[in-house]
């Protein structure tokens, strides 16, 4: 048994028992309904802008993107817009292509060796799957939460919700999105268990977002389904919270707390995890430049002036050395005498 995820299991296990029983039992609503949310607030913005100036202020001097096809440079040889892009707009389409379908990611291959020796690449999409249902439907639940600190809710949101919610199975309707994020990071968490390379590499910061999320879906799927949560109370606490004029509705349960504590240490743990890639794909050079190496010639702006000591003053210099040594020269003496002799 892998102790990085056991130790990260026991970890989300406690803290949700830490907000039931602190509400429950202890009476600690304010704790973790307001106190806990605006320091998560601030932790994360604080968090988010303390990252992206980091990443703002590291120095690329020189043209880096990752290529993986032909950059432009003769005209009949026909450059890789896309792949290789030499052009604002064609860095613009790369980046909306990885943001929007994480098209590096479909385009990953596996290696596998044979007897012979004999190597195969086959394509590896269940990876690519796996991500895209994961952040599409951790989108569309975050979107659809909006409804608890808006009014109105905008109509698209109202859209959204209609669009996810189009299974009429029962009251309440059913949202796929909150299932499909249960079993999008499930897949994401079986996928470090079962490839040995992926369990070797990963760590309890790996396993631990996973279960967080895995917490925050689960416990809302119980309370939507299950034990029919006071909708009203959570609109006016989330209402309260983002008036700044916080409400304590008692009709809400310790579940809730236990789900709202979930989001609150992901919100606080986001900035310093590898979560923050969200961030951290606007500003990889590895990704946002134009590989225009063969048109511009770049300089590196952080050079500083260095003294140049050529050969010709160096030889000016030590000549009569160069020859009491042995060592060859390209003046004679008398030739270097007479040239300084004509410059004057």
Known sequence: MNVNYVASLITVVVLFLIAYVGTEALGLTALFGVVIPYLALVVFLAGVVYRVLGWARSPVPFRIPSTCGQQKSLPWIKPATIDNPSTTGGVLVRMALEILFFRSLFRNTKTRLFDGPRISYEWEKWLWLGAIVFHYSFLTVLIRHFRFFLEPVPVPFQWLEALDGFLQVGVPGIMLSGFALLAGVTFLFLRRIFIPQVRYISLASD????????????????????TKTDVVGVKALAMGLITFQPVLPETVSGVFYGHFFFVCILLAYFPFSKLMHLG?????????LANNNREVHHVNPWNYPVKIHTYDKYEDEFREKMIEAGLPVEKEPEAASSEEEEKE
């Open 207 to 226: 396993y631990f977002p996973l279960f967080l999320i895995m917490g925050i879906a689960i416990s809302g799927i119980f309370m939507r389904y299950i």
């Open 280 to 288: 951290g794909i606007f500003m990889s050079p590895t990704r946002n």
